[in-house]
């Protein structure tokens, strides 16, 4: 395994522990990440993770709300995961290419085999257990189900604003960091009487908070680098804030997801916000690196961090039978030649084909959805609009299957 990936996973055990004892002290300092302050006995590290959740039960009740009803919604996106390892699982022409893939026997025993359907279900495990027995998959073109951007530049930013406000922009053609002129549905749901102050994002990108436009749209957003902030931050977040820091990415604009990840769920679990839009990152980055072993480990583990949203809402009596899940990408990838897999736009063929997922109380069970049938990315905020009862106004319609 890549010395990123290694770094990934000691952090990744480090934050769901909440901190670190001292058995596992070697193995954090080996990795190059200073952790003397926080040997902390494992014993007293649970009694804290037993408070935290207690206190989370107590305030469910602070959480309901009026005008909305009390549904609430995970929303969430890869950055850049292709329809093909969605629903095909992996690429085998990619897996066998050594210029994209160094640890093919692994990769091979982990996620592959001759069956797309089994190798799938190997690389993403929640999707095709949970989400198709109880929720809806769009995008498999091998059945004529399309999903598609509508917008015209076939990359992120233009992607994202098209995904959040549900039109898509023109005059957008750039990655820039620039504030973003449109109202994405977070800012207007975070401008109503019931849902104020219940609305909150986090991404590994750093150009999050100008699409989401966080100064004037007044919603909480973790991006990039930032860090977790407020007068009362629990342990785990000193702990995110403090091994953030400690942690080297392999990018200056984006951080590892597991900080993505923790930094959101445990905002969900003190706040307990009715709205949250969750964006990782890592998939379109190690794609773009050329990194087929990352691209495919990247997916896997946040299939497992949704599982872990799904599996706390399903646990809490706020989220519990309230909750839905509302998943995409921004953008597709090449696919051939095969070196167009590392890239996206409107230069790289198949870069505007996308997938929707959708799991959540009065979602009917529909599975993969097979029939012969054309969506669109700027109906996601209508569906996450509908589903919260919210009157939005948007260029796209509420995915009908998903809301009626």
């Known amino acids: 395994m890549k010395p990123i990936n290694q770094l990934i996973s000691i952090a990744s055990i480090t934050l769901v522990v909440g901190c670190v004892t001292n058995n596992s002290k070697p193995v954090i300092e080996s990795a190059g990440v200073d952790m003397v302050q926080y040997e902390t006995d494992l014993c007293e590290c649970e009694q804290i993770t037993t408070q935290v959740e207690q206190k989370a039960d107590m305030g469910a009740a602070e959480g309901a709300l009026v005008g909305g009803g009390d549904s609430t919604v995970f929303w969430i996106t890869f950055d850049g995961l292709r329809w093909q390892e969605v629903f095909g699982g992996v690429d085998t022409a990619l897996m066998k290419n050594e210029s994209y893939t160094n640890t093919r026997e692994e990769i091979q025993t982990r996620f592959w085999d001759e069956d797309p359907l089994k190798s799938r279900e190997k690389l993403m495990p929640f999707f095709w257990s949970v989400m198709k027995s109880e929720g809806q998959l769009y995008g498999n ?20 604003n098209e995904i959040l406000t549900g039109s898509a922009d023109p005059t957008i053609q750039s990655n820039a960091r620039e504030w973003n002129k449109n109202v994405t549905l977070l800012e207007y749901a975070n401008q109503q009487k019931t849902f104020n102050g219940k609305v909150a994002a986090f991404a590994s990108w750093n150009v999050f908070p100008y699409i989401i436009n966080d100064e004037r749209s007044g919603v909480p957003v973790n991006a990039g680098f930032r860090t977790a902030v407020g007068s009362k931050l629990t342990k785990k977040e000193l702990l995110l ?71 706390f809402a399903q646990s809490h009596p706020k989220y519990k039978g309230k909750t839905s899940l509302i998943i995409s990408t921004d953008h597709g ?8 897999w590392r890239s996206h736009g ?26 012969n049938m054309q969506l669109s990315q700027n109906q996601l905020a209508q569906t996450v609009a509908k589903i919260l009862g919210l009157d939005f106004k948007s260029q796209g319609t509420a995915v009908k299957t998903i809301v009626e």
């Open 241 to 311: 804030n403090e091994i953030q820091g400690q942690t080297p990415s392999p990018w200056t604009s984006v951080r590892l997801d597991v900080f993505t990840h923790h930094y959101a769920l445990e905002y969900i679990k003190k706040k307990k916000p009715s709205l949250v839009y969750i964006a990782y990152g890592e998939t379109d980055d190690f794609a773009h690196n050329g990194d087929y072993d990352a691209y495919l480990n990247s997916a896997h583990r946040t299939d497992a961090f949704i599982r872990e949203l799904w599996d």
């Open 346 to 371: 409107t230069r790289t063929k198949g870069s505007d084909q996308t997938w929707i997922a959708a799991l959540g109380p009065g979602i009917k069970a529909l599975g993969e959805v097979k029939e």
């Open 333 to 340: 990838r090449g696919t051939f030649p095969i070196d167009s």
């Open 141 to 160: 073109r091998n059945f004529h189900n399309k999903v598609n951007v509508s917008n015209k530049q076939w990359f992120s930013y233009p992607g994202y």
